[in-house]
Structure formats: structure tokens, C-alpha cells
């Protein structure tokens, strides 16, 4: 997997030039298709191994965060497209992204919608205290996502009231266990986050039968090799 670098900028002309250059800290990108129209509507950045100490990991955030709109800059013409870059991050370091998002906003003029972050919702759920750093995320625009492992952990998350703009999902992995019962399930979620004002994305889309329930649970939009690999 590579990062994308494409012609110079003027993220690369900047203070932080050889730092991206040298030491990407996203690596590949797997396109998010909006399920009702097929189109590539953002993309998903994986993350290096983010460093022990305080000090590394936000130096390692902020080089995330401007290679994030490297890679909008790169992929989508800059400021004539909406689509999104997103990465996972933990809650514990939701803090730390909040002036590196905020910064780059105004650096590139880029809504806070062109930012996502996902993090695990059983641990935003354990950590109320971190919830503040969520809600000006949020209060930015960008696209702060929880993900939730099983539909139990779905419902839970929106029975909480987080402050978030996107719920994730995961489909069986096996097209045995995708069934009337489990489609069911994930529509009937699907239905309550839209209710609550929220979008919905499912990922790990490896197969045409979970490609097919979730398009019939009614997505928003989804990952996976399905819809398009790592590159």
C-alpha cells in the first residue's frame, strides 16, 4: 500500500514539506461508495503505528491530519469536490485531533465535513469524560463515527445519545449468517439513526450477498473489497 503524493501544493511548499515526505503516517486508500448512486464519496486512510509517548502521538495526528487533505488535494481536485478522507483513531486520542482538524480547516478552507474520524463505540460509550472533545469535533462538522461491532452495540450507542453524525456497522462475515433475520436487524437500526439525525455507513462489504443486504438495510454508504480495494 502506498500514500498518495501527488503534484506540489501548497500543503508541500509549507513548514512541513519534508516531514510528510519522509515519514507518511497514512498508508493506502480504500474508496466509501455511496450505496444508492455508486459513487466514491470519500476515502478510508490507514494509520502507521502511532508512537508510546504523548509528544509522538500528537506529532503523529497532526502529520495525519495534513495528509488527509493532502490526499483530498491529490484525489479530488482540492476544493471542487465534497468527498471525505477518514481514519480510525482511539478515544483517547480524540483530544489531540481537535487543533490539528481545526487548524487544517483553516488552513485549506476545507469544511470540517471533509474530515472523518471513527472511533470504537464501546470506548466512547467506558469514557463519558472524553465526550467533551467529540462535541467539538462535531460542533467543526466532521464527521465523528462510532462504530459498532454487533447490533446490540449499535442500539446501545444510539440509546445513549452521543455526540455523533455517523453510526458504523458490521455485516456477518460469513454469507451463511446473513440472513431475512440479521437483514432485518440491520435496517431496523439503519432506520433509527437516520431518525436521530445521523448517517449510517457499513463496512467490511467483502461479498455480492453482503453488498445486496446493504443496500436493502439502506446505507448510506460502504466499505470493503466488494465496493473496492486498498490501493
Known sequence: MTFLMGPRTALQSGPHCRTMQNA??????????????NSVVGWRLGRTRVPSDPEGRREHLRRAVLQMAQTLLDTDRGHLS??????????????????PIEDAIGQFGFPG???????????????????????????????????APDPSGAFEVLRLGL???????????????????????????????????????????????????????????GTGDQLGPVS
Open 113 to 147: 465535513a471533509r474530515f472523518g474520524i471513527v472511533f470504537s463505540g464501546d470506548e466512547v460509550a467506558a469514557n463519558p469524560d472524553e465526550h467533551e472533545h467529540l462535541r467539538r469535533l462535531v460542533a467543526m462538522g466532521v464527521g465523528v463515527t462510532l462504530d
Open 82 to 99: 465534497m468527498r471525505f478522507a477518514v481514519i480510525e483513531a482511539t478515544i483517547a486520542e480524540a483530544a489531540d485531533l481537535v487543533e
Open 24 to 37: 507518511p503516517v497514512l498508508v493506502g486508500h480504500r474508496p466509501v461508495v455511496h450505496l444508492a448512486t
Open 163 to 221: 455526540p455523533i453524525i455517523r453510526l458504523r456497522l458490521r455485516l456477518p462475515l460469513d454469507d451463511g449468517l446473513v440472513t431475512p433475520a440479521t437483514a432485518q436487524q440491520s435496517a431496523a437500526i439503519v432506520d433509527l439513526a437516520r431518525r436521530q439525525g445521523m448517517r449510517t455507513s457499513i463496512t467490511a462489504i467483502d461479498t455480492p450477498v453482503q453488498e445486496s443486504m446493504a443496500r436493502w438495510a439502506g446505507a448510506d454508504v
